[in-house]
């Protein structure tokens, strides 16, 4: 249940930012959904083996290596969701951005209270 919930504020946080951001394409509501099951499935099999091969590049950049690592897996879903295009690597690298925040607020909205 909660990983349906989390593919569904992912999908809401990528209908946000497609309006927002010009250079982000979107058909329907349904094609949001699929890019966010898309991207996690992305993001467990793909993102892993892009670290391990860029690690040393990553370590040298303190880190900000991973958003290009991002950003190439958004342009990969676009590529492989026809109703889902960006336009540039900047246009994924802010997309990213944006998804990690939206992801953040939305997630912690719904977190539960540890006791």
Do not use: C, R
């Not at 966010?36 to 391990?52: D, R, S």
Request: net charge positive.
């Amino acid at each position: 249940m909660k990983l349906i919930i989390k593919l569904a504020l992912t999908a809401i946080a990528v209908i946000v930012i497609a309006k927002l951001l010009p250079g982000v394409t979107l058909d329907t509501y349904t094609t949001a959904l699929i890019v966010a099951v898309v991207l996690a499935i992305l993001n467990v099999l793909v993102k892993p083996v892009l670290v391990i091969f860029t690690l040393p590049i990553t370590i040298l950049t303190l880190g900000l290596f991973l958003l290009i690592i991002n950003a190439l897996i958004i342009l990969l879903a676009s590529e492989l969701i026809n109703g889902f295009a960006v336009s540039s690597i900047w246009t994924a690298i802010l997309f990213s951005i944006l998804l990690s925040i939206l992801q953040s607020i939305l997630h912690s909205v719904l977190k539960e209270d540890k006791k």
